[in-house]
């Protein structure tokens, strides 16, 4: 079955700066990839996805690339500022088969005043 | 749009009752709900896919007479903890897919404390 490899498992930066959360998963059949953002106690809340049809999406100050040679997907935060503050979870599936999301284990990111 | 609810939101109980769960999707028509369990500063762990009018599947390793699953409806599915220990503590989420599929909308969530 898929398996997805989440790094790091936490993440300290300055406000301002960049952050970068690395995804890889094992089933090269899958070919969606959501990453969800979800603060202490709250829901999981989805942030940005990519399908594997396009190789990079963008949404203000976050974008997500996707490599599928390589089969591995990143989130990128440009700008951080304390509110980014939270865990944030990539998953991987067969959407075309119904499929189930499977998480990679989380990254705390902590963003410093 | 695209809201799921949850009820309870949290709920303590003695060992051996039995608590139910209820996840509604609020202003769309799931045909899949999915039940995650969650422990603190750990990932979701899916539990088991809820497709309204048929059983629902499990994940290898979950109990499929501990932790009942009922999906009546394209807006409510149940997760039934029978028979609750204090092991079964934990933050339950449930998630909702539209009969579109686009992406699964989250619950917010029930933690259940067995005493």
């Known amino acids: 079955g898929e398996n997805v490899e989440q790094h790091p498992s936490t993440l300290s930066v300055q406000e301002g700066d960049s952050a970068v959360i690395k995804c890889t998963y094992s089933?090269?059949?899958?070919?969606?990839f959501p990453w969800y953002k979800q603060e202490l106690g709250k829901r999981p809340q989805l942030i940005i996805d990519?399908?594997?049809?396009?190789g990079e999406k963008k949404d203000q100050r976050i974008a997500v690339t996707l490599n599928k040679t390589a089969k591995h997907f990143s989130l990128h935060i440009t700008e951080t500022q304390p509110e980014d503050s939270a865990v944030y979870f990539c998953?991987?599936?067969?959407?075309?088969?119904?499929?189930?999301?499977?998480f990679g284990q989380g990254t705390e990111l902590s963003v410093k005043p | 749009g695209a809201v799921v609810s949850q009820h309870p939101s949290r709920v303590i109980c003695k060992s051996g009752t039995s608590v139910k769960i209820e996840c509604r999707s609020l202003?769309?028509?799931?045909?899949?709900m999915f039940w995650y369990r969650q422990f603190p500063k750990k990932s979701l762990m899916l539990m088991a896919t809820?497709?309204?009018?048929?059983?629902?599947?499990?994940e290898q390793g979950v109990e499929k007479d501990k932790f009942l699953i009922n999906h009546a409806s394209l807006t409510l599915s149940t997760l039934t903890v029978t028979s609750a220990h204090p092991e079964d503590s934990s933050f339950y989420i449930c998630?909702?897919?539209?009969?579109?599929?686009?992406?699964?909308?989250f619950g917010p969530g029930t933690r259940l404390l067995v005493l």
């Open positions: 089933d090269s059949a899958s070919n969606y």
């Open positions: 809820s497709n309204e009018g048929s059983k629902a599947t499990y």
């Open positions: 990519i399908r594997s049809n396009v």
């Open positions: 998953a991987a599936s067969k959407s075309n088969q119904g499929g189930k999301l499977i």
């Open positions: 202003d769309f028509q799931a045909t899949t």
């Open positions: 998630s909702a897919r539209g009969l579109r599929g686009a992406w699964d909308v």
